[in-house]
Each structure stands twice: as structure tokens, then as C-alpha cells.
């Protein structure tokens, strides 16, 4: 890990194109807990493939317990899905939010936020990291990641970019 995290409260989904069709097998994403800072998993989350980018298959998906998502302590874990390999050029990952801290917890009833890094795609046997900052190229090109919609498409660079800039400016 870079040490670089997106995160989220409520649901979220988000699209990767790898720019071309290649035979998938396994999806990971990385995710942090952070007890102290109310980051934990998400209540759930859902791996999904297509070719075109329009019609998706579920290929993974997990849902957590109250228990398992607010564990105390501070680590990082990787979440795999592994499927029948399959052509695929688009990954979407969707979750949805923790919700509040329960009244155990040390901040009791903030809203908890979970924290992607990471996205892993296996294929043909080899591993290729296509989403990360700083951003890496998968095969040579800058993959684009569109969260919630088209109109908020970037490439990883781009992403990298802008978060850089708003990092600078607090």
C-alpha cells in the first residue's frame, strides 16, 4: 500500500475500464480499519464484470456483521473474489456504508467511513495492480475510473492529480 485511501459513508460504486477485454479470475480490494477514526469495512460490498459496460454480471460480494465491521484496532486487509476466469473490460465495485458507530464504540453514533486503496485484477494467471496512487499503468496505459457516473470519469493520473491538489490546499 501507498498509504493513500478513498473513502466513503454512504453508498458508493465506482467503474474501472481497463481499455480492453482480457480474461479476469480475481478481483481484491485493499481496506483499512481505523478504530480511533471510525474508518471500518462496509456493511457490504459487490464485485460486477462486463464487456460492454452496459449489462454487468455479479461475479462477488460480502456483507459484514456489526461485530466483524467495527473490530477495535488499526490494520489493513485485502477482500478477494475469485470467479470463473471470464472476458471482461469493465470492473464495477459497489458497497454500502457501515452506518453509525454503536454506542460501544469510541465515538458513539458518528457517521463511519470506509476506505478503499488498492484495486487488484488476476488474470491469465499473472496479477496486475490497475488502480493506486500514485497511479500505474496496467499494460503500458492510464486506466479511467468512473465514480457514480460518467460525468465523473478520470483517469487514475487525473484522480492522483486532483487529489494531490486538494490535499495541498488544507
Avoid at 108 to 123: H, I, L, N, W
Wanted: charged share 30%.
Amino acid at each position: 500500500t501507498d498509504f493513500e485511501w478513498v473513502h466513503c459513508s454512504g453508498p458508493s460504486e465506482f467503474v474501472i475500464d481497463m481499455g480492453k477485454e482480457i480474461p479476469v479470475k480475481r478481483v481484491s480490494v485493499g481496506m483499512l480499519t481505523n478504530y480511533g477514526m471510525a474508518f471500518h469495512k462496509p456493511e457490504e460490498i459487490s464485485v460486477w464484470i462486463s464487456r460492454d459496460g452496459d449489462e454487468y454480471r455479479k461475479v462477488g460480494g460480502a456483507k459484514w456483521s456489526d461485530e466483524e465491521i467495527f473490530r477495535e484496532g488499526n490494520f489493513r486487509e485485502d477482500i478477494t473474489f475469485s470467479f470463473e476466469m471470464s472476458p471482461a473490460r469493465y470492473i464495477k465495485i459497489s458497497a454500502a456504508g457501515p452506518g453509525k458507530c454503536p454506542d460501544t464504540h469510541i465515538r458513539p453514533g458518528q457517521t463511519s467511513k470506509y476506505c478503499f486503496d488498492e484495486v487488484r485484477v488476476d488474470a491469465r494467471g499473472s496479477s496486475g495492480l490497475i488502480y493506486g496512487n500514485p497511479p500505474v499503468a496496467f499494460r503500458g496505459e492510464s486506466l479511467p475510473i468512473r465514480f457514480n457516473s460518467s460525468k465523473d470519469t478520470l483517469s487514475a493520473r487525473e484522480r492522483a492529480s486532483e487529489r494531490s491538489r486538494r490535499d495541498m490546499m488544507y
